[in-house]
Nanobody, 119 residues
């Protein structure tokens, strides 16, 4: 089992920045990729970014390219999502997910952290 705990969400004005953290514990050696997803009210959950165990394999959704940066600290078993130039449409609950070889839907998920961007 893997446990994921997100933190760092909050309320920020448009144009501001936030850094989300995803701390993993348990069988972290089984994780191939860690990703960030988000779900806005009334919308489906969508992919934001991912990073591999080695720090490569980085991909971003088009909507966040150039504004968000995903990184990791393996010594701390933590993955970060640095979010800059935030827009009101970035408002959502942000979830961390771990793919251990069965895809995102079969992986582990955190409880989510709320990000609210005011205009």
């Amino acid at each position: 089992q893997v446990q994921l705990v997100e933190s760092g969400g909050g309320l920020v004005q448009a144009g501001g920045s936030l850094r989300l953290s995803c701390a993993a514990s348990g069988r972290t050696f089984s994780i191939y990729y860690t990703g960030w997803f988000r779900q806005a009210p009334g919308k489906e959950r969508e992919f934001v970014a991912q990073i591999s165990r080695s720090g490569g394999g980085i991909y971003y959704a088009d909507s966040v390219k150039g504004r968000f940066t995903i990184s990791r600290d393996n010594a701390q078993n933590t993955v970060y999502l640095q979010m800059t130039s935030l827009k009101p449409e970035d408002t959502a609950v942000y979830y961390c997910a771990a793919d251990h070889g069965t895809g995102w839907s079969g992986g582990y998920w955190g409880q989510g952290t709320q990000v609210t961007v005011s205009s």
